[in-house]
Structure formats: C-alpha cells, structure tokens
C-alpha cells in the first residue's frame, strides 16, 4: 500500500533562519496528488499547501515545496520562520485514481521556533 | 467556509463501556471520515463514508463502527471501549474527489 515518510518527529529552528521538512512517499500509483497539513496547538488540521504537478513549485502563507517524482519527495520550506509557524506539520498523499480516494498521511513533524 | 463540528469535545469513558462520537458537517460533502491521532503515528483512518447510508472500513477499524445516517451526520461507535482507544479523534468532511479534507475540532477520549 501507500506510505508517508516524515523522518524527523521533532525540527527546532531559530526565528529568522530557513527550515526544511522532509517528506518521502512509496506509491504504485502514477497519478497522485500531494498536501501538506498544519495543525497549530489545540485546533483542527487545516490544508497548507497541495500539488500534483511534478518539479512545479508550489506557494502558500510564505511556505514552498516541489514534487520530485524522481526522487519520491514532497519536501516543505521556508526560507525565514516565525514564532507563528510552530505547529505540527503532516505530508499525505492521495491517489487521483480509483473508486474512492483517501488520504495517507505521514507521522508528522513538529516544528518548534525559537526566539 | 467549510463547517466540521464534533461532540462531545472531551470524553472519559470506562473499559467495556460503549462510547458514540458525534460528528455534523455543513458543506453538504458527499465524503465523510474518521481519524485516531496518535503521536508518532499521525493521523490514521479509521472508517469513511461516500454519502448517507454508507459506511467502509479504513486502514484501522478494529473495535470501531461507523453509522451515516444522514449527508449532515457521521459517528463513530465505540461498543466495548478499551483503554487502547485512547486518543484524539478526528471528523473530516471532503468532497466527492477528496481533494480537501476539512477536519472537525477533535475529541478527546480516554478510556479509564
């Protein structure tokens, strides 16, 4: 089956300084969509970003990542965290073909800004 | 905006009691869902929903049922509840494609 790899459970970045979250998938479907999740202390998760387009850049609330079909990854960044940007961020994928399309989502990744 | 309410917002139950959660969606989502969050594991499906009247099993459905009586309402039914099932639980409403999910505040239960 389909699977999310989020290697870092928890990332500490200084205000200011860039950051990267890895996120890598196992599919064997060939048309697949890509998100990322954020959920900040204490809500709902809510959609940052999505893609489904390979090596196309895609923006959100100052946050980037590209689909790399040739490397399986959907990596997000930011090139200057904020204080607001501590959250919990999930990848998950979501295959575009089949009877029913449901999400995969990874373990998750913290991400703590420090002053 | 999408609207995702659940109910109850908190919940303590005790091992081998039956536990409902309540979930209502506004947007008129053909798809409906329910997730466990659960540290280290993210968030994990547990039954889904193509409309009222259906109801499938997700990736974790052991020890849970899931009733759609309705395109508003979702619930997941906890018959002999265990203390395993201790987590956070979200609803998630979506489109008939998925493309978003809009997820529901979450309950918390703990199974004592």
């Known amino acids: 089956g389909d699977s999310v790899t989020q290697t870092e459970g928890l990332v500490t970045v200084t205000e200011g300084l860039p950051v990267m979250l890895n996120c890598t998938y196992q599919?064997?479907?060939?048309?697949?969509?890509f998100f990322w999740y954020v959920q900040y202390l204490n809500e709902a998760p809510k959609l940052l970003l999505r893609s489904s387009t390979d090596n196309k850049r895609t923006e959100h609330q100052g946050f980037h990542a590209t689909l790399h079909k040739s490397s399986s990854s959907f990596h997000l960044q930011k090139s200057s965290v904020q204080l607001s940007d501590s959250a919990l961020y999930y990848c998950?994928?979501?295959?575009?073909?089949?009877?029913?399309?449901?999400?995969?989502f990874g373990a998750g990744t913290r991400l703590a800004v420090c002053p | 905006e999408a609207a995702v309410t659940q109910s109850p917002r908190n919940k303590v139950a005790v091992t081998g009691g039956k536990v409902t959660l309540s979930c209502n969606q506004t947007n008129n989502h053909n798809n409906m869902y329910w997730y466990r969050q659960d540290t280290g594991h993210g968030l994990r499906l547990i039954h889904y929903s193509y409309g009222a009247g259906s109801t499938e099993k997700g990736d974790i459905p052991d020890g849970y049922k899931a009733s759609r009586p309705s395109q508003e309402n979702f619930s997941l039914i906890l018959e002999l509840a265990t203390p395993s099932q201790t987590s956070v639980y979200f609803c998630a409403s979506g489109h008939l494609q998925g493309y978003e999910q809009y997820f529901g505040p979450g309950t918390r239960l703990t199974v004592l």
């Open positions: 599919t064997a479907y060939s048309d697949v969509a």
């Open positions: 998950a994928l979501l295959p575009l073909s089949g009877s029913f399309n449901k999400l995969t």
